[in-house]
């Protein structure tokens, strides 16, 4: 049986958490963004002291960015690279759902008025016709969730636990079935912290999700 809906400081800090995860995987590794992951880490070692991401975003370094670059480009973009990880979920789902999996999920985000095109990436992100992508996944929750934590904020409980349903319907159906997967893999094939990290926190994300409505 599912539990309530979370209440604003559990929403916030899943949605915090989700939209940092999302960063990652749609944005370059710029020196901001490094800067950022290293007090983000740092931050996180506190509270969650027994996990081994925060430990790798607080030792993420923030000099020159190239080689990080280049890897996050192997990693997520390049299939010849040797250690590129497709970052799309019908690349890692059963096979005959493959092909229908990039529509159900663009269907669910026209259906909430999610445009991965307006969030705040680089333009050939924009133009990318896969909502299956990890980050546009983990930035959909976090916009339910967010959205979530508004309705409730305005007293409108009925709506806000329809997107509650919601939240737990898409990440058991979707994001759910193979992210952590993912992650695993991309904590013991990326050679840099930050991308260590980001392994290490999409499998921490989706482990304890389960948890709260399972």
């Given at each position: 049986?599912?539990?309530?809906?979370?209440?604003?400081?559990?929403?916030?800090?899943?949605?915090?958490?989700?939209?940092?995860?999302?960063?990652?995987?749609?944005?370059?590794?710029?020196?901001?963004?490094?800067?950022?992951?290293r007090?983000?880490?740092?931050?996180?070692?506190?509270?969650?002291?027994?996990e081994?991401f925060?430990?790798?975003?607080?030792?993420?370094?923030?000099?020159?960015?190239?080689?990080?670059?280049?890897?996050?480009?192997?990693?997520?973009?390049?299939?010849?690279?040797?250690?590129?990880l497709?970052?799309?979920?019908?690349?890692?789902?059963?096979?005959?759902?493959?092909?229908?999996?990039?529509?159900?999920?663009g269907?669910?985000?026209?259906?909430?008025?999610?445009?991965?095109?307006?969030?705040?990436?680089?333009?050939?992100?924009?133009?990318?016709?896969?909502?299956?992508?990890?980050?546009?996944?983990?930035?959909?929750?976090?916009?339910?969730?967010?959205?979530?934590l508004?309705?409730?904020?305005?007293?409108?409980?009925?709506?806000?636990?329809?997107?509650?349903?919601?939240?737990?319907?898409?990440?058991?159906?979707y994001?759910?079935?193979?992210?952590?997967?993912?992650?695993?893999?991309?904590?013991?094939?990326?050679?840099?912290?930050?991308?260590?990290?980001?392994?290490?926190?999409?499998?921490?994300?989706?482990?304890?999700?389960?948890?709260?409505?399972?």
């Amino acid at each position: 049986m599912n539990r309530g809906r979370l209440n604003r400081e559990e929403g916030e800090a899943w949605a915090g958490l989700l939209d940092f995860a999302a960063d990652l995987y749609l944005n370059e590794p710029n020196s901001e963004r490094l800067a950022s992951c290293r007090s983000a880490g740092k931050s996180l070692i506190g509270i969650f002291p027994e996990e081994a991401f925060p430990e790798m975003f607080a030792t993420v370094k923030t000099g020159p960015a190239d080689e990080i670059l280049q890897e996050y480009f192997d990693l997520f973009f390049v299939p010849v690279s040797g250690s590129y990880l497709s970052p799309f979920e019908a690349a890692h789902r059963e096979k005959h759902l493959a092909p229908e999996l990039p529509v159900l999920i663009g269907h669910l985000y026209s259906e909430a008025g999610f445009k991965p095109e307006r969030l705040g990436i680089p333009s050939y992100m924009r133009s990318l016709k896969r909502p299956d992508h990890i980050g546009f996944e983990m930035a959909f929750l976090a916009q339910v969730l967010n959205s979530l934590l508004l309705l409730t904020a305005d007293g409108d409980s009925q709506q806000a636990d329809m997107l509650w349903e919601t939240a737990i319907a898409f990440h058991s159906t979707y994001l759910g079935r193979w992210a952590s997967a993912f992650g695993q893999r991309l904590e013991e094939t990326a050679e840099s912290h930050l991308y260590r990290g980001l392994g290490g926190i999409t499998q921490f994300i989706n482990r304890e999700f389960v948890r709260i409505y399972k």
